[in-house]
């Protein structure tokens, strides 16, 4: 059996699609009208449609709920940031830092799920390298093997 992707259902795909591909910068994969793919493989989904698939009614939507999120990376943490607080978007958190370093935040989407967009692992290591950090240093604090942060320390040198 093969994972193939988390799917949220929607209650405007227009609405969640725009949201997605518009301020996230996601790419459609597939646009097959009531469920859309995005690449990095994961899809949202028209509500009405998936209580046909399910044969159910009143599959609501749990707004806000805690109980999942779809997460994200970013080398730009703070502009995406900025550009979210420019939408209006509804944070729960804005950027904090993890106690591996990792600065991430949480907001909602157009039907409240909850959205992480942390930095990526590289752009910590560039970053602490750049306070004066040491290797082994920056290893400890990420938990980040040493191969991979020398891979990035030798690319900033």
Known sequence: MKY?????????????????????????????GENVTFEGDFSIHLEEHYEKLLGERNCRILRKSKDFELYFETEEIDKVFSELKENEVEFLHEIREQPWGQRVMRFYDPDFHIIEVGETMESIVIRYYRTGMSTEDICNKTSMPKEFVENYVEFIE
């Open 4 to 32: 193939v992707c988390p799917l949220v259902v929607v209650k405007d795909v227009k609405i969640a699609r725009n949201f997605y591909e518009n301020l996230l910068g996601q790419k459609v994969k597939y646009d097959f």
